[in-house]
């Protein structure tokens, strides 16, 4: 974890200290060494949240992004007493998740149905496949009426399997790796989780952007109300057009079913 309680406050782990963990009250003791950030562990093999995992540099710089008042956040379930930390709780509710590590799609599941309000960022070159997969899926991506805003009939050929049935947003931070689509600096992706017809929708982001709505609280509204829409109408498909002239691959390996994403039978 980044912080513990010292004397009540807040605080970074330092070499040779020790805290209170701010969700369960144990006693934790830094670590601080050469090869992994400074962070602060629970006395002996506790681990009072399953849902934590060890954190990275590409964590820690997504959450300085943030007040320390919104970081690392306890939440309980007054119904049935099961708590969890946060990454990050804004002032609105709105919860960030950042997700570095693979996560079995139960996991997920549990984690949206539990913090509800909120967007999922996704390091989205943790695997060596993952960014050479969606450079290659995203030349099938086909332009809205809608600056920014693409749909893609085979998402599965651009983003991990486990996020697809997502029920939140879920970003994809691919770092500094390309040029955007649509002249954006320092893009990232969404996909959305309603699904028009057989298309998922995406939209590119601005990284500054991104954080700008979240920290003033129009990311929910936002987001909400574009669901909304696309809902309501259908983006004008006659604007619709391929970004470049591709060959047809074969037909994905899932098929939308009733909503959600499943494997093809063979017969």
Partial sequence: MKFALVDDIKTEA?????????SCGSEMIARC???KINHWAHKGRRKCDPWWENETIWHRSWKNNYPIEWQEISLLDEKTGEKHIADIQANDGLV????HSYINPEERFSREKFYKKMVWVVDGTRLKKDYPRFMKGKSDFITTNKPGIFKVDFPDECFPYAWLESSVPVVFDFGKLFESISGISNPMYCLFPKHENYYALIAEINRKTFI???????????????????????LNRTFIQPIENTI??????????RGKWKKRRRF
């Avoid at 070499?15 to 209170?20: D, N, R, S, T």
């Avoid at 979240?214 to 259908?234: A, C, D, I, Y």
Wanted: hydrophobic share 25%; with cysteine; proline share 4%.
């Fill in 33 to 35: 060494g050469n090869f």
């Fill in 212 to 234: 700008k709505t979240t920290l003033n609280g129009e990311w929910l509204s936002r987001t909400e109300e574009f669901l909304k829409q696309s809902k309501k109408t259908k």
């Fill in 14 to 22: 330092v070499k040779g200290a020790k805290g209170i963990c701010p």
């Fill in 248 to 257: 047809r691959r074969k037909p994905s390996k899932y098929v939308l079913e």
């Fill in 96 to 99: 960030i998740e950042f997700q």
